[in-house]
C-alpha cells in the first residue's frame, strides 16, 4: 500500500525505504505544508502498525499519522496548528507500545565557529561536538551524533537503538564541511553503535566512530555510548605544583608499565588487574621504589594484544581492559595525591587497517594518503595520517588534548617521531616521493610537530612533551621560535644503544669498546635528553637485561647493578621498563605478569632494593638532576681508563659545593689504593656501594675516604680507595668530618 499526496512527492517514499534519500532532514520531522496554513509530520518508524503525535509541553495526542506504506512510513497533517511545537510519536507495535522523541524535528546543532577551527587543522576540542556527546536542545536531553565523512553519499547511525537498521537514522550532512550530525534523544549509555557510511559507488561499509570515548570489547569493535559523567579531580594541588616545576632542573625517574601485564590475579593469573586494583598495589609500588613518574604504554583502544597498544584503532576510547574511562581518571588522581606524574604514551605516526577503523573511511582515503609511497608504513603495514590536511591535524591535536585536558595526564611520549620525519622512513629507492623541494623531510608531519608541541604547552602548565626520536634530527627539543620541533624531551636512543651493546661484551674485552659508555657524553647537551631502557629493549628474542650479561649468575647481578648505577649517575632523566628493577630473567611476554616470585630469591631482592636506593639518592641530592642539560653539571674525573674499564666523574648541583663522585668498575678485578680525584678539601664517605653485601655483593666497602693534597685528575687533591669488581660507588663529602682550611 503506498499513497505519497500530499505527503511525499517523486518517489521519496521508495527511497527512504531503500535508504537511499539523504537529505531526509527536508522531508521526516515537522514542515509546514505547502500552502503555508498547516503542519506535517512525516516518521519512518520500521515495525510500527500505529503512529500518534503527542506535544511534549502537555503530553496530549495532537494527530494520528496515516500509515504510507506498511514498512513503517506514516504522515499527517497536525490539525490546526500552524507554528511548530515539540513532540514526541507514540509508536504501536503488534506487541507493544512506546513513545519516542522524533529526532528529525531538531536543528543543527554544530557551531560554525567549532568547524572553521576543524577544518583549519586548529581546533584543540573537537571531540566535544564530533562523536557521541550529551546533549541538551529545547529542554530535550539525548546524544549528539557527529562525524566527517565528506565524501559519503549517506551515512546513517546503526546501533541498538534502532536495531542496526540504516534507513531509521539517516543523517543531516553539511556539505560546505562534510559533517554529518543527528540528535537522539531516546539514546541511552551503554549501547552500541557505528556509522554506517555508503560511499560515492554505492557500497556500504559499517564504520566504529573515530571520536568515540569507550569501544566494545574484543572480538567486538563497535563504539559505545558513553555515561555522562562529572568526575570531580581532588588534583588542583599537583596541577598548581606541575605548572610551578621547571621540570628540566627536577627530578625525573620514569617507571615504564604495561599496565596488562605487570601484575594478573585470578586463579589462574589470567585476569587484568581493574584500576582499583593498579590503585591499592602499583601506586604503593612506585610510591616505595621512589619513582617520580610512571609511564603507560598505550592505552588506546586496540583490538589486538599483540600489539600493545601501538596500533591504535580508537584513539579517545580508553581500552575496555582495566575499566572505565571514570576508572582510569580516579587512578591518575590517586597518582597526583601521592606526588607521581603519569605520562602516556601516545601513537600518532600510524594507524591500523582494521575494516572498521579510519582506512577508507568514507570510501575514500581520509584520514591516509591515496598514493601507498606516502600512505603505508611497510614496517608495520599501517597506514600514515595525512598532516597537511586539516581536520586530520585538529583530529590528532585534539586527542593530545583530550587526554591531558579530560584525564589530566601530565605529558604524552611521542611513538615513531623518526617515521614522521622522514619520507624516506624505512624505504628503499623508488618506494618514497620526496617533498616539494625535492628533499626527504616530511615537511607537514613536521609543521604539525610544532603546532602541537606550541598549542600543548600554551594550553596545559608543567606538562611535558617528549619524543621517541632515533635519528640525529636536529633540534628535536629546541623551541620551535629557534627552529626546533618543541619537544621538552628526546630519548636518548644512541645511549641505550651503546651501552647495551658494551653491556654485552665479555669484561675481558670491554677495554676495546670503552668508548661505548663514554661517547654520549660528547653529545648529551646537544638535546634535552632521557636515558631510557625500554620495553623495546627486552622483546623479541633481545631476552632481558639480565640475559644479555655474559658471565655466571654473580657476575650478572653485579653488572647489571653497576650499569644502573652508571645511568643514574650520568646526565639525562631515567626512565626503565617494568621489571628491569629486580632484573626480572626472561625476556618480557605481555601475554602474563611478571615474575614476582623471583623476590623470594636475594640476588632479586638486592637489585630492587638497588635501585630504590638509586632513586632515593636521586631525589636527595639535587646534583643528580638540577643541571641534567647544562656543561656545569657533569665533570669526568678519567673517561680514559680502558686498561682497568673504569669510568669516574663528579655530579654538581648549581652550588659546585653540593656534588656527588662517582666510580664505576665494569670487570670482575678488584683495584686496591685507587687514587680518585675529590674536588672539596674535605673527607668523603660512601654513601652507596652495589658491592654491599645488603644488595648480593662481595663487601668490598669504604669507610671515610681521607683527603689529601696530591692533585689527581684535574682537581687539587684526591683520596685512596678500594674499587669492589662489577660495581658503582658513589662518594659524599663527609658532613660530619669538614676539615679545616690551612
Not at 421 to 433: F, I, K, M, N, V
Not at 646 to 661: G, I, M, N, P, Q
Request: aromatic letters at 14%; glycine letters at 8%.
Amino acid at each position: 500500500m503506498t499513497t505519497n499526496a500530499p505527503y511525499f512527492n517523486h518517489g521519496s517514499d521508495i527511497a527512504i525505504l531503500s535508504g537511499d534519500y539523504t537529505d531526509v532532514f527536508s522531508l521526516l520531522g515537522m514542515h509546514k505544508a505547502e500552502n503555508g496554513k498547516s503542519l506535517l509530520v512525516r516518521c519512518f518508524i520500521k515495525g510500527a502498525i500505529a503512529v500518534e503525535v503527542m506535544s511534549l509541553k502537555d503530553g496530549k495526542k495532537v494527530a494520528e499519522l496515516a500509515q504510507i506504506d506498511d514498512q513503517g512510513l506514516f504522515a499527517g497533517v497536525m490539525g490546526r496548528r500552524v507554528k511548530p511545537f515539540l513532540y514526541s510519536l507514540k509508536v504501536t507495535y503488534p506487541m507493544s507500545v512506546e513513545t519516542i522523541i522524533d529526532p528529525y524535528q531538531f536543528s543543527s546543532l554544530i557551531n560554525p565557529d567549532d568547524v572553521y577551527l576543524f577544518a583549519e587543522g586548529k581546533q584543540q576540542k573537537s571531540y566535544q561536538f564530533l562523536g557521541a556527546n550529551w546533549r541538551q536542545t529545547q529542554g530535550v536531553e539525548g546524544v549528539h551524533f557527529c562525524v566527517w565523512a565528506p565524501n559519503a553519499k549517506r551515512v546513517s547511525l546503526v546501533g541498538d537503538v534502532n536495531h542496526w537498521d540504516g534507513r531509521q537514522h539517516v543523517m543531516r550532512f553539511h556539505p560546505s564541511n562534510g559533517i554529518w550530525e543527528i540528535f537522539l534523544p531516546h539514546a541511552s549509555a551503554g549501547q552500541f553503535y557505528k556509522y554506517q557510511i555508503t560511499n560515492q559507488y554505492g557500497e556500504q561499509v559499517e564504520k566504529a566512530d573515530p571520536y568515540a570515548v569507550q569501544m566494545q570489547s574484543a572480538p567486538g569493535n563497535s563504539s559505545v555510548i558513553p555515561a555522562k559523567s562529572d568526575y570531580q579531580w581532588n588534583d588542583n594541588r599537583w596541577l598548581t605544583q606541575r605548572g610551578d616545576t621547571q621540570l628540566h632542573h627536577a627530578p625525573m625517574s620514569t617507571y615504564e608499565v604495561q599496565l596488562a601485564s605487570w601484575k594478573r590475579k585470578g586463579e589462574w593469573g589470567d585476569e587484568y588487574l581493574n584500576y582499583q586494583d593498579l590503585i591499592d598495589q602499583l601506586i604503593p609500588y612506585i610510591e616505595e621504589m621512589g619513582f617520580t613518574h610512571l609511564q603507560l604504554m598505550p592505552i588506546s583502544e586496540y583490538p589486538f594484544d599483540g600489539s600493545w597498544g601501538y596500533q591504535p584503532v580508537g584513539l579517545y576510547a580508553a581500552t575496555y581492559r582495566f575499566g572505565d574511562p571514570v576508572g582510569l581518571k580516579a587512578f591518575i588522581d590517586a597518582c597526583h595525591a601521592r606526588d607521581i606524574g603519569v605520562l602516556l604514551d601516545w601513537v600518532p605516526a600510524h594507524f591500523p587497517k582494521d575494516p572498521h577503523g579510519l582506512s577508507k573511511f568514507d570510501g575514500s582515503c581520509l584520514y591516509e594518503h591515496e598514493d601507498p609511497r606516502q600512505g603505508e608504513h611497510p614496517d608495520w603495514d599501517t597506514l600514515i595520517y595525512n598532516y597537511g590536511r586539516g581536520e586530520v591535524q585538529s583530529f590528532l591535536l585534539s586527542n593530545a588534548c583530550y587526554w591531558l585536558e579530560e584525564f589530566h595526564f601530565d605529558g604524552l611520549r611521542l611513538d615513531a617521531v623518526s617515521s614522521m620525519l622522514y619520507l624516506d622512513y624505512s624505504r628503499d629507492s623508488g618506494q618514497w616521493l620526496p617533498n616539494e623541494y625535492g628533499g626527504r623531510e616530511n615537511i607537514q608531519a613536521i609543521e604539525f610537530l610544532k603546532l602541537l608541541n606550541e598549542r600543548i604547552y600554551a594550553s596545559y602548565p608543567g606538562v611535558t612533551m617528549i619524543a621517541e626520536e632515533s635519528t640525529a634530527w636536529p633540534g628535536v627539543t629546541n623551541s620551535t621560535e629557534n627552529g626546533g620541533l618543541g619537544f621538552g624531551f628526546k630519548w636518548n636512543m644512541g645511549w641505550m644503544n651503546d651501552s647495551l651493546s658494551y653491556l654485552k661484551r665479555d669484561p675481558i674485552y670491554r677495554s676495546h669498546h670503552h668508548h661505548e659508555l663514554t661517547f654520549a657524553l660528547v653529545y648529551a647537551y646537544t638535546e634535552q635528553f632521557i636515558l631510557s631502557v625500554s620495553h623495546d629493549e627486552v622483546v623479541h628474542g633481545k631476552g632481558s637485561l639480565l640475559h644479555k650479561i655474559p658471565g655466571d649468575d654473580w657476575q650478572k647481578f653485579a653488572t647489571l647493578r653497576a650499569y644502573f648505577g652508571l645511568m643514574w649517575g650520568q646526565p639525562g632523566k631515567k626512565l626503565i621498563f617494568m621489571g628491569s628493577e629486580f632484573a626480572q630473567r626472561d625476556e618480557w611476554n605481555h601475554n602474563q605478569s611478571l615474575d614476582w616470585h623471583l623476590l623470594q630469591y636475594a640476588p632479586h631482592q638486592g637489585m630492587q632494593d638497588w635501585v630504590r636506593d638509586l632513586n632515593n639518592l636521586y631525589l636527595q641530592y639535587p646534583c643528580m638532576y638540577e643541571l641534567d642539560h647544562q656543561t656545569t653539571g657533569f665533570q669526568w674525573l678519567d673517561c680514559d681508563n680502558t686498561q682497568h674499564s673504569v669510568f669516574s666523574f663528579v655530579r654538581y648541583a648549581k652550588s659546585t659545593d653540593e656534588h656527588l663522585v662517582f666510580i664505576i668498575n665494569m670487570t670482575p678485578q678488584v683495584h686496591h689504593h685507587f687514587r680518585v680525584g675529590l674536588p672539596l678539601e674535605q673527607d668523603y664517605v660512601e654513601v652507596l656501594n652495589s658491592d654491599s653485601h645488603c644488595y648480593g655483593g662481595s663487601d668490598v666497602t669504604n669507610s671515610v675516604i681521607a683527603y689529601d693534597k696530591e692533585a689527581w685528575q684535574g682537581m687539587k687533591g684526591s683520596g685512596v680507595i678500594t674499587v669492589p669488581p662489577l660495581a658503582c660507588v658513589v662518594l659524599a663529602v663527609n658532613s660530619n668530618n669538614v676539615l679545616d682550611e690551612d
